[in-house]
Nanobody, 125 residues
Framework: QVQLVESGGGVVHAGGSLRLSCAAS????????MGWFRQAPGKEREFVAV????????SYADSVKGRFTIARENAKNTVYLQMNSLNVADTAVYYC??????????????????WGQGTQVTVSS
């Protein structure tokens, strides 16, 4: 069992930056692929970024590529999402998720085994 707790959300002006953190419990954090998703009101949960446990490879949604950076610090059981050049369209609840290594694309919510409670990010114009 893995428990995930996000933090770092808030209100920021367009063009600003935020860094989200996701702290995980459990001794096997380093063997999980870790993803970030977001969900805006009235919309489906969408993929943002993922970092694989093996090799630390990363992948991003086209909408955030070049602006967001995902990173992990296994010694602290933490994954981060650095978000720069934020715009109003980035407003959503952001969730981190963990996969035990069975997923293929890692871009759909159904592939993940554990979820955090989410943290709100609001970008004002």
């Amino acid at each position: 069992q893995v428990q995930l707790v996000e933090s770092g959300g808030g209100v920021v002006h367009a063009g600003g930056s935020l860094r989200l953190s996701c702290a995980a419990s459990g001794r096997t954090f380093s063997s999980y692929d870790m993803g970030w998703f977001r969900q805006a009101p009235g919309k489906e949960r969408e993929f943002v970024a993922v970092i694989r446990w093996s090799g630390g490879r990363t992948s991003y949604a086209d909408s955030v590529k070049g602006r967001f950076t995902i990173a992990r610090e296994n010694a602290k059981n933490t994954v981060y999402l650095q978000m720069n050049s934020l715009n109003v369209a980035d407003t959503a609840v952001y969730y981190c998720a963990a996969d035990r290594g069975r997923a293929t694309t890692l871009r759909t919510p159904e592939e993940y085994d554990y979820w955090g409670q989410g943290t709100q990010v609001t970008v004002s114009s």
